[in-house]
Structure formats: structure tokens, C-alpha cells
């Protein structure tokens, strides 16, 4: 039944070692989106793709990168995780119309040792 | 830069109750969506309601509404009869640009109180 699938749920790596979250999506959407929330804090768009278009936000470090190798898959590449990198990572997808819904994952829990 | 404001960082109503959450925003379009999330504990985002800005009508969906202030930038959640499945933290959203980045608000935790 679940249309945005992310793994895992809770992930832990260490200190400026590089991690991969993934997502996976059933709903054939153009577009797909990585967001970070930290506790308390809105969902912060790091970048999206529409179809195989990737649009980075300005204020996105560099340690964060993303790849979409087909329609169904996008992951989130930390390269050197810090401690400020904890948080939840959320995955949606959307048709890309400004009016649609977007469709969330459960989110992945980075915590950084 | 186009904002979407929540003001209220929690708020609680008793079961069966009616509560308002807060909205404001600031674009330069004309034409516009926006949007209200739910994200309950430990669970994945949902959409509860859409209302479109060239709409006059306010959106409903079942105990949900929204009182839509186009002048004033203003879009607030209405939830009434309130349940304790809708204790959760609602964002308010906006399609920046009219296109298909989304841009929330900071959130408002609700508590439902039995």
C-alpha cells in the first residue's frame, strides 16, 4: 500500500563518514523532493528533481547530493556527515503541477556519532 | 522572498471542540495554491485540505475548512469536532513561484485533549 517508501527509518553513521538514504516511489510522479527537518523546524527543501531535471537549492551544502537513476528511485548522498547533519530526511513526490498534492515517506532518521 | 508564516508554535483543544490554527504568507502572485499538511507522531506527511486563490470559496473537507483571506495573506485551518487522532503538527505550504517547490511554515503542534 505505501506509494513513497524510504530506508531505512533510522539510520546512525559516524562522524564525516558518507551515508546514502534512499527513497522509492509507486506513483510514477515527475517529481521528487529531499527535504530536512530538524526538531521544531519546517521542512527544509534541499533539492528535487522533475524528471531527470535536478534544482538544487542556493543555500544546499555541498555535502549534500542526490541521484535519480529512473523514475521509481532517488537517494540523498551525505559525503561527510557533521553533527549538524542530524535530523529527519523526508522524501516526497509530486506531479509537478503547483496545485497537486505531495506525497510523503515516513522519513529517515540520521543521527551522527 | 516569498514566506509562509505560522504563528502559534502549539496549541491544544478538548475532544469535540472547535480550534483555529494560524496561516500567513506573503507572495506576489495572483494565482496560487495553498496547502495545509498533517504530520502525526511517528507517521508519514498527509495533505488535509487545498484551496486554490482564484477560488472565492472557502475549501471544506468533512470537519476541515479553511477561512481563506486573500487581501490580507492569510489562510487558517478550522478543525472542528475536534478528535484525538487529529493531535498532530500541522504545516501550512505554499508552491513558491507557482511552481512545484514547496516551502512550509515553522508548524503548529496541536494536542487534543481527552
Known amino acids: 500500500d505505501a506509494m513513497v517508501i524510504q530506508n531505512p527509518r533510522y539510520q546512525v553513521t559516524q562522524f564525516g563518514k558518507p551515508v546514502t538514504l534512499s527513497c522509492s516511489q509507486t506513483?510514477?510522479?515527475?517529481?521528487m523532493y529531499w527535504y530536512q527537518q530538524k526538531s521544531s523546524q519546517a521542512p527544509k527543501l534541499l533539492f528535487h528533481?522533475?524528471?531527470?531535471?535536478?534544482?538544487n537549492e542556493a543555500d544546499t551544502p555541498d555535502n549534500f547530493q542526490s541521484r535519480r537513476p529512473n523514475t521509481s528511485f532517488c537517494f540523498l548522498d551525505i559525503r561527510s556527515p557533521g553533527l549538524g547533519d542530524a535530523a529527519m530526511y523526508l522524501c516526497?513526490?509530486?506531479?509537478?503541477?503547483?496545485?497537486?498534492?505531495?506525497?510523503f515517506g515516513q522519513g529517515t532518521r540520521l543521527t551522527v556519532v | 522572498a516569498q514566506t509562509v508564516t505560522q504563528s502559534q508554535p502549539e496549541m491544544s483543544v478538548q475532544e469535540a471542540e472547535t480550534v483555529t490554527l494560524s496561516c500567513t504568507y506573503d507572495?506576489?502572485?495572483?494565482?496560487?495554491?495553498l496547502f495545509w499538511y498533517k504530520q502525526p507522531p511517528s507517521r508519514q506527511m498527509i495533505l488535509v485540505i487545498r484551496?486554490?486563490?482564484?477560488?472565492?470559496q472557502n475549501a471544506t473537507e468533512n470537519r476541515f475548512s479553511v477561512n481563506f483571506q486573500k487581501a490580507a495573506k492569510s489562510f487558517s485551518l478550522k478543525i472542528s469536532d475536534s478528535q484525538l487522532g487529529d493531535a498532530a503538527m500541522y504545516f501550512c505550504?505554499?508552491?513558491?513561484?507557482?511552481?512545484?517547490?514547496?516551502?512550509f511554515g515553522k508548524g503548529t503542534k496541536l494536542t487534543v485533549n481527552p
Open positions: 484551496q486554490e486563490a482564484y477560488k472565492q
Open positions: 505550504a505554499y508552491p513558491q513561484g507557482g511552481s512545484e517547490k514547496l516551502v
Open positions: 506513483l510514477n510522479h515527475n517529481v
Open positions: 507572495t506576489s502572485e495572483s494565482d496560487y495554491y
Open positions: 516526497a513526490t509530486s506531479r509537478g503541477h503547483a496545485g497537486f498534492e505531495a506525497f
Open positions: 528533481y522533475y524528471d531527470k531535471d535536478f534544482n
